[in-house]
């Protein structure tokens, strides 16, 4: 089982920035496939990014490509989201998850999906300002 804890969320006022982190347990980090994913009140989950395992290819929801970077430090068990040019829309739950199973993302598929991840992070809160 992998525990997740995050940090990082808070309040900023439109164009601000703010990095949430998510540090796992485990030994094998590094084979981790990592995504963010995020929850507006009274709405559905929904992609933000993602990451294959060794550092692999990045995927990015189109609403965030340019403001959002994912990243992950292997030998810090730590994946990040960067998060720039922040907008009210951007308000929501913000869930860091992980996928202990390998393969991911054959073919670049499926990392949107919530289903792909096993386990997930307690939320952290984004609130943008207008």
């Known amino acids: 089982q992998v525990h997740m804890v995050e940090t990082g969320g808070g309040e900023v006022q439109t164009g601000g920035s703010l990095r949430i982190s998510c540090l796992a347990s485990?030994?094998?980090?590094?084979?981790?496939?990592l995504g963010w994913f995020r929850q507006p009140p009274g709405k559905e989950r929904e992609a933000v990014a993602a990451q294959g395992f060794e550092n692999g290819n990045t995927y990015y929801a189109d609403s965030m490509k340019g403001r959002f970077t994912i990243s992950r430090d292997n030998a810090k068990n730590t994946m990040y989201l960067q998060m720039n040019d922040l907008k009210p829309e951007d308000s929501a739950m913000y869930y860091c998850?992980?996928?202990?199973?390998?393969?991911?993302?054959?073919?670049?598929?499926?990392?949107?999906?919530?289903?792909?991840?096993?386990?997930w992070g307690q939320g952290a809160q984004v609130t943008v300002s207008s």
């Open positions: 998850a992980v996928d202990t199973r390998l393969p991911c993302f054959l073919y670049g598929r499926d990392w949107d999906l919530a289903s792909t991840y096993k386990y």
């Open positions: 485990g030994s094998t980090f590094h084979y981790y496939c």
